[in-house]
């Protein structure tokens, strides 16, 4: 496919009829339009999300594109993005989320002079009352680097991630359809599928948060675990199967494994949720399905501080876990 834009964007549009104005709002600026591609993919929605995004189709037709399909989850639209994009470069933004529009037009000017695989931005976390600019790394210069240089990616997260659209297409990259929570694979991959990896110090992605019908609201996450443990196991055998091909340089690998513990952990932290009895319960059988699926990602986990702790004593230690991590969460709400 010929690449005529700089930059694809993807929006997972379902039922955001109350954000997609914003959200398309802040790609559409004279000084993009030319570059930037954004694909409006409607997974079966039953608001005015489809007049939204054709209002945004005629303003700008060569720049947003409406897509209507079935229903298939985060991961379907995701999926459809990668096929149908036709930028150099390919990125997620959410139907609820938004860009800082200056900083988009920024971002598009350097991706325009670059070639790097991997392209890593800030973003910021906003809630009703207040916002917070995340800072992804401290120290990394503006130059290309390889996985083998010496970097330290603390955390990727798909509000951080551009990726090459060719490299996800070489290596048949597919993400888990009708499930929550699968932004980590997406992030899981690009970071496999990259050799070259730039910084750009831009706060671009603004992250919405702390709105209840999200499904990373904690009342959510308990009534979702299955999707979360879903997810979870698709991780440890895409961990697995990277470690196998013996591909990833040791940073690289890194990266990805603190990737994967992040999203185990957070699993087991909402088992926490429920009483003692039952949290013991489903992390042990949780536990045990990761050794089955991958004695790789099993043993490597023993790294992680938490699910090391949470295994101790054949996971007798659960009750004492489940109150520090309730005077945790208390707080951290009241924080935020």
């Known amino acids: 496919m010929t690449e005529s834009k700089v930059l694809t964007i993807?929006?997972?549009a379902y039922n955001v009829e109350k954000t997609l104005e914003k959200t398309l709002s802040s790609f559409n600026d004279?000084?993009?339009?030319?570059?930037?591609?954004?694909l409006i993919i409607d997974d079966g929605s039953h608001d005015n999300t489809y007049k939204i995004a054709r209002s945004f189709e005629e303003k700008a037709p060569q720049t947003f594109r409406y897509i209507k399909k079935e229903n298939g989850g985060h991961g379907s639209t995701i999926n459809?993005?990668?096929?149908?994009?036709?930028?150099?470069?390919?990125k997620v933004v959410d139907g609820d989320d938004w860009v800082d529009t200056d900083n988009l037009y920024k971002f598009i000017q350097k991706l325009k002079n670059i070639d790097s695989d991997l392209v890593l931005t800030n973003y910021t976390e906003v809630?009703?009352?207040?916002?917070?600019?995340?800072?992804?790394?401290?120290g990394?210069?503006?130059?290309?680097?390889?996985?083998?240089?010496?970097?330290?990616i603390e955390r990727v997260a798909l509000h951080t991630v551009t990726v090459k659209t060719e490299l996800l297409r070489q290596h048949n990259v597919h993400i888990t359809e009708k499930c929550f929570?699968?932004?980590?694979?997406?992030?899981?991959?690009?970071?496999?599928v990259s050799q070259t990896i730039r910084y750009m110090d831009l706060y671009l992605y603004q992250y919405r948060l702390g709105e209840s019908e999200q499904s990373v609201a904690k009342k959510n996450m308990l009534k979702n675990v299955a999707m979360q443990e879903k997810v979870s196991y698709q991780l440890v055998k895409m961990y697995d199967q990277f470690v196998k091909s013996k591909n990833m340089a040791p940073r690289q690998e890194m990266t990805i494994f603190k990737t994967l513990k992040r999203s185990i952990g957070s699993t087991m932290r909402t088992y926490l949720l429920v009483n003692s009895r039952v949290a013991k319960k489903d992390i042990k059988q949780f536990d045990r399905n990761i050794k089955n699926i991958s004695a790789i990602s099993y043993d490597r986990l023993n790294a992680d501080r938490f699910i090391r702790l949470t295994r101790a004593f054949n996971y007798n230690l659960v009750p004492e876990i489940?109150?520090?991590y309730g005077i945790w969460i208390k707080y951290k709400y009241r924080e935020e």
């Open 140 to 152: 990394m210069k503006t130059r290309e680097y390889t996985w083998y240089d010496d970097i330290n």
């Open 181 to 192: 929570y699968v932004d980590i694979e997406f992030v899981v991959w690009a970071a496999y």
């Open 80 to 90: 459809k993005g990668i096929k149908l994009a036709t930028g150099k470069y390919f």
């Open 322 to 324: 489940k109150i520090a």
């Open 10 to 12: 993807s929006v997972a």
């Open 30 to 38: 004279s000084r993009v339009l030319n570059d930037l591609e954004v």
């Open 127 to 138: 809630y009703s009352t207040r916002s917070k600019n995340i800072k992804l790394i401290s």
